[in-house]
């Protein structure tokens, strides 16, 4: 690298309150909450905005998000950290579960995992990836997540998570 070659990148990252996210989210059902926030009309959380991901589906059981990723994503070998596409398959498959939810329910997730396929560089391109709920009961909800590349189609990474499913109760859960 010669020397007049800048190596030095900067990001500034701007986001809203997730108390103020989470309080709107608890005043509607699952589902007018994320299509509220894949409309615009809800401010996305921190991680979104942070990592650099956006919601562009949202279906009773199942939702979509789509990341570029880009040099501000590597990892000290050269290539997109894992957990980037970890954080990917989480939001899906949480948001997922999250569209079933009544008014006054709340998730968490209490096992994620993850299969990375191929690696994800800057060329890779846009990523796509789709969640959606296979298991639905009273207190534990199951969801799988795919992450694809826009471009080539190629899946990169597959992941399943277990999700509880409780009532707020005023008190934080």
């Keep these: 690298m010669s020397d007049d ?13 997730p108390r103020a996210i989470g309080a709107t ?7 007018d909450f994320m299509r509220a926030l894949r409309d615009g009309k ?12 956006d919601l562009t ?27 980037l596409v970890a954080t990917l398959i989480d939001s899906a498959t949480g948001t997922a579960v999250h569209t079933t939810l009544a008014k006054g329910e709340l998730y968490g997730t209490v096992n994620l995992s993850v299969d990375m396929l191929r690696p994800v560089t800057d060329k890779t391109g846009t990523l796509i990836t789709e ?8 207190n534990i909800a199951i969801a799988t997540a795919e992450t694809k590349g826009e471009q ?10 277990t999700c509880f ?3 707020v109760d005023g008190r934080g859960g």
């Design 42 to 53: 809800v401010p996305a959380p921190p991680i979104a905005v942070t990592v650099g991901f």
């Design 5 to 17: 070659t800048p190596t030095t990148r900067r990001r500034e990252t701007v986001w809203e309150d």
């Design 165 to 167: 499913i409780y009532k």
């Design 57 to 83: 589906e949202a279906e009773e059981g199942r939702t979509a998000f789509t990341c570029t990723p880009g040099e501000h994503h590597y990892n000290l070998i050269g290539s997109v950290h894992g957990g």
């Design 131 to 138: 969640g959606e709920v296979v298991h639905r009961g009273r």
């Design 25 to 31: 989210a608890a005043e509607m059902t699952g589902l």
């Design 152 to 161: 080539d189609g190629k899946v990169y990474a597959r992941g399943q998570a």
